[in-house]
């Protein structure tokens, strides 16, 4: 089937960029399906949407589980605008923040868990998934993937933590106009990238992280420890530091949150 094709403009800042949106009722994943279309322009982005995804990826090997016509499952495809690889990790910033800011209208108590997830306390409502090609030292081509949980209230696998807006705030939600504030706060965040505030970027995703304060439990290929946020490097590398001041570094993956009530019980 055929998606439904519109096209809206959104300002990033000085410039105005094309939105050419496609409509699908089902794909088998928005970032492979917008991946497969030419992109030619900065000043021109893509972004499939989609009521239900056949094999939804997250990020590695992860899948992501959403019912049909109740989430929002979306992917953006742009060309950035002058981004070098070793900071690629600010795209990741400014879609966090920018989610940050939507779901932040509606409710307090969210989020950003290092490195692509959004968290109510302690219940994940959202994921993200980005691919970039590069050239050169340079992002030539990033692919957004994201998928908020909106106003499905029964999930049927076996993550241990999902939530949806709906059950947060009470009542459902518009996916559309969720998706318009959603693009809205993208496009300004982005123009902020575009135009070099990266470090006041920087400073509000820190500033947002799940666990950003004090000492919680963690687990690497050595065990079991109890670690503060130290930072997270350009290239999305997270810094903890320990109980006895040393400083660990981490690539995704490589190490895990345990959750305080397990710790206490030692059922790790």
């Known amino acids: 089937m055929k998606p439904k094709v519109t096209y809206n403009c959104l300002q990033c800042g000085a410039r105005e960029v094309t939105l050419e949106h496609l ?7 928005t970032n492979s399906y917008a991946r497969s279309l030419q992109l030619d322009a900065q000043d021109r982005w ?3 949407t989609t009521d239900y995804q056949l094999a939804g990826r997250g990020a590695g090997t992860n899948s992501w589980e959403s019912a049909a016509g109740e989430n929002l ?7 950035p605008v002058s981004l070098e690889a070793c900071r690629m990790f600010g795209l990741s910033e400014v879609l ?4 940050s800011d939507t779901v932040s209208t509606y409710a307090d108590g969210f989020s950003i868990k290092w490195p692509n997830d959004l968290y109510h306390c302690d219940d ?3 994921g993200m998934l980005i691919e970039n090609s590069l050239s050169g030292g340079w992002v030539t081509d990033s692919t957004l993937g994201l998928g908020l949980n909106v106003n499905q209230m029964r999930f049927e696998s076996d993550a241990p933590n999902p939530a949806s807006l709906a059950q947060i705030v ?11 504030e959603l693009l809205e706060h993208f496009a300004q965040r982005m123009a902020q990238m575009e135009d070099g505030a990266t470090e006041t970027l920087h400073r509000e ?3 947002r992280l799940y666990r950003r304060e004090g000492f919680h439990p963690y687990a690497d290929a050595r065990g079991v420890f109890s670690a503060a946020i130290e930072d997270v490097e350009p290239d999305g590398h997270l810094l903890l530091r320990d109980t006895e001041g040393g400083l660990r570094k981490y690539a995704f993956k490589e190490v895990s949150y345990i959750s305080q009530s397990l710790a206490r019980k030692g059922n790790i």
């Open 23 to 29: 409509s699908l009722d089902a794909t088998d994943s």
């Open 46 to 48: 893509l972004l499939v």
């Open 73 to 79: 499952l979306l992917s953006l495809r742009l060309r």
């Open 96 to 99: 966090a923040l920018a989610l």
């Open 124 to 126: 994940k409502v959202a």
């Open 170 to 180: 009470g009542r459902p939600l518009r996916r559309e106009t969720l998706l318009d």
């Open 205 to 207: 995703y820190c500033g």
